[in-house]
T-cell receptor, first 110, second 115 residues
């Protein structure tokens, strides 16, 4: 079964609007991380939220975690063209590996 | 402090050849992870290594794939007798401690194309 599934799979919004992406997972976790990947590039770590945290902020990013629903959301406020990328959630669950979702492709329309 | 380095960035091989992918973790990081990304998909864990030890290779195909992280030098992911299905982006990540509890920092990846 797929751990870490993002929705929507693709999202297009106007520059300046807010973008919200969701991630659901199936097993218990220690933490959940969000990464950004520009086309053909590596992953950039955005934010880590631990299982005992409910919300975390970093600049224009806001992440929430609801362990009872096994879900997380990533909100990007006041989007910019440079935010165009794929966004992945990844869960860490006690062993060492991260389990990634399939990603949300975000396009910001100037 | 340089980030995670991977080379080569692009690698083209013909079926049956060997591919060697190298990863130098961030300074002070002793934990290395390899992931594979197929087109339009997320990353899939392959193997987790600490210096001179393979800790978890549950995501590694049983045949043709091997990984090492020697005491000196970079971590190497080796794919023998490559097939077209091995074409993918291979990412290395490193962390200073147990990775699932801490941030893993990713390299730029090696894009392998098998002709």
């Amino acid at each position: 079964s797929q751990q870490g599934e993002e929705d929507p799979q693709a999202l297009s919004i106007q520059e300046g609007e807010n973008a919200t992406m969701n991630c659901s997972y199936k097993t218990s976790i220690n933490n959940l991380q969000w990464y950004r990947q520009n086309s053909g590039r590596g992953l950039v770590h955005l934010i880590l939220i631990r299982s005992n945290e409910r919300e975390k902020h970093s600049g224009r990013l806001r992440v929430t975690l609801d362990t009872s629903k096994k879900s997380s959301s990533l909100l990007i406020t006041a989007s910019r063209a440079a935010d165009t990328a794929s966004y992945f959630c990844a869960t860490g669950s006690g062993n060492e590996k991260l389990t990634f979702g399939t990603g949300t492709r975000l396009t910001i329309i100037p | 402090n340089a980030g995670v380095m991977q080379n080569p960035r692009h690698l083209v091989r013909r079926r049956g050849q060997e591919a060697r992918l190298r990863c130098s973790p961030m300074k002070g990081h002793s934990h290395v992870y390899w992931y594979r990304q197929l087109p339009e998909e997320g990353l899939k864990f392959m193997v987790y290594l600490q210096k001179e030890n393979i800790i978890d290779e549950s995501g590694m195909p049983k045949e043709r794939f091997s990984a090492e992280f020697p005491k000196e030098g970079p971590s190497i992911l080796r794919i023998q007798q490559v097939v077209r299905g091995d074409s993918a982006a291979y990412f290395c990540a490193s962390s200073p401690r147990s990775g699932a509890k801490e941030t893993q920092y990713f390299g730029p990846g090696t894009r392998l194309l098998v002709l």
